[in-house]
């Protein structure tokens, strides 16, 4: 059987950490931030989690991660 491949756009965004769950950037940090409290801004440059009801469909993706 041949390798799977790994989807880059889900590569590019989403990883893996050592207890198995899938890490992703939160969005809101690119432009117009002027305007944003900074509590938002905040909450925003951490990372979040993916939920686990999406966690295998994202898995699937980058099979190698």
């Not at 590569?11 to 409290?37: D, M, N, P, Q, W």
């Not at 909450?43 to 989690?49: M, Q, V």
Request: glycine letters at 4%; zero cysteines; proline letters at 2%.
């Amino acid at each position: 059987m041949s390798k799977m491949k790994t989807k880059s756009a889900a590569a590019k965004r989403f990883s893996l950490t050592a207890t198995g769950k899938v890490k992703r950037r939160r969005k809101g940090l690119r432009h117009i931030l002027e305007k944003r409290s900074q509590k938002s801004k905040k909450i925003a440059g951490k990372t979040d989690y993916i939920s686990q009801a999406d966690q295998k469909r994202v898995k699937k993706l980058i099979p190698y991660a």
